[in-house]
């Protein structure tokens, strides 16, 4: 039962990117277009599973006070590991991608569970979360990403769906999408969205938990 | 001497680390609340930024680039893969060495800066400022612009949003929105200015 809220609580209610706000660089500058994005979610929750799973079998033996590095060098070889796969089998999804696999290290979802969960439970619980986590991560890559390269260039996975004027057909596409902001923008409505959505959900307790928290 | 304020432009304004590169964007929305706060972590990233960038850059060409280990007579060795956790190895280390030596002998700013030091270490400004730096082949004297450039840049972007944001502390906005949806909404409409100045 508790397995299974693991596993599930993550992917909307404590979603890692919209609530807990862990992970945003990567939400944010990897999501132009979905194939890059859908590589990035897989290798941010191959890594998170797997440095989950290690450090909940260590909780035990790793000492507290040179815990974090310890844990940054756990998370570091998961992570290169990542990138010399990706590198040997997609080197042009791993050229699209230049810095931002590297940075899965410093991707704060990683280290946040590992510190906030696996530490303090048992390898199974711990790879739930992560299984938990990532799909939550992947959830908003994926949705801001599709919206991106829908909008931008009127197709998705590189495959038209909207015809553009330049190709002859009727729709011009919005270029903004393409650019940095659009990802604040989206992300932020995002956000707007999913908290009026609690809201409503909890309106006939007294306080509204969304308003004002931070 | 052209080409460094060049590449210290670029650093600062068209390739901005936190508004066109997107790094370090959890510390960057998460603690912007307050203008002093974010003078201090501006503050901290710039020192930090100018010291590590230059650092890895030593680092890697004479450990770990290819060819890097001739003088060992390993020179088809090719360490390049290890650098993500050396660079973090660097990272970590230098962070706490500053605290060390600020703590010793600069109190008042060690006051100042000392808290937003240790949370630097995670931040992906400053990894992804040194992955950029190897990307790029930059030399010593490149980096070391470089670094202060992307130091620069970064506290400055956050300076600017923790500005927007204390005015708009405030003002009567949707419940949804508040906190941390409208901060994505300001930090959008800013880096649209910043990617302004790049195309022109």
Request: aromatic share 6%; glycine share 10%; net charge neutral.
């Amino acid at each position: 039962m508790t397995l299974r809220r693991h596993l599930l609580d993550p992917i909307l209610h404590e979603n890692p990117v919209t609530v807990q706000i862990l992970g945003l660089c990567s939400a944010l500058a990897v999501s132009r277009t979905l194939e890059p994005a859908l590589i990035m979610a897989a290798a941010v929750t191959a890594v998170l599973v797997y440095s989950n799973l290690v450090i909940s079998l260590l909780r035990h033996v790793l000492p507290g006070s040179v815990r974090l590095i310890l844990e940054m060098t756990i998370i570091a070889s998961g992570v290169i590991v990542v990138d010399e796969v990706l590198k040997t089998y997609a080197p042009a999804i791993a050229e699209t991608l230049t810095v931002f696999v590297g940075l899965i290290i410093t991707n704060c979802i990683v280290l946040g569970r590992a510190e906030s969960f696996a530490l303090r439970n048992g390898p199974l619980h711990s790879i739930a979360d992560a299984v938990g986590n990532g799909i939550g991560y992947s959830l908003i890559l994926l949705t801001v990403a599709a919206i991106r390269e829908l909008v931008g260039t009127g197709s998705l996975f590189g495959v038209t769906l909207l015809p553009t004027l330049d190709a002859g057909g009727w729709y011009r596409p919005n270029h903004l999408m393409l650019y940095a902001p659009s990802a604040f923008f989206l992300i932020g409505f995002l956000i707007w969205g999913l908290r009026a959505l609690a809201a409503r959900h909890v309106a006939t307790a007294s306080t509204p938990v969304t308003r004002g928290q931070r | 001497m052209h080409d460094l304020i060049t590449l210290i432009g670029q650093a600062i304004f068209t390739e901005n680390l936190a508004l066109v590169f997107l790094l370090g964007m959890c510390t960057y929305l998460a603690i912007s609340k307050r203008l002093t706060t974010a003078l201090g972590l501006g503050a901290a990233m710039l020192v930090i930024q100018t010291i590590t960038v230059p650092l890895n850059n030593l680092v890697f060409h004479t450990l770990l680039a290819p060819g890097a280990l001739d003088w060992l007579g390993q020179g088809e060795l090719d360490l390049s893969f290890l650098k993500l956790v050396v660079f973090i190895g660097v990272i970590a280390a230098s962070v706490q060495i500053l605290d060390i030596v600020l703590l010793r002998f600069a109190s008042p700013l060690h006051q100042a800066l000392g808290a937003f030091l240790p949370l630097l270490t995670v931040n992906c400004a400053l990894l992804g400022a040194s992955l950029l730096m190897a990307q790029r082949q930059l030399d010593l004297v490149q980096s070391l612009a470089y670094g202060f450039g992307s130091g620069f840049g970064w506290a400055l972007a956050i300076c600017l949003l923790a500005a927007l944001r204390e005015r708009l502390a405030a003002s009567n906005l949707p419940g949804g929105l508040q906190g941390l949806g409208i901060t994505f909404i300001i930090a959008g409409l800013l880096a649209l200015t910043v990617a302004g100045l790049g195309t022109s």
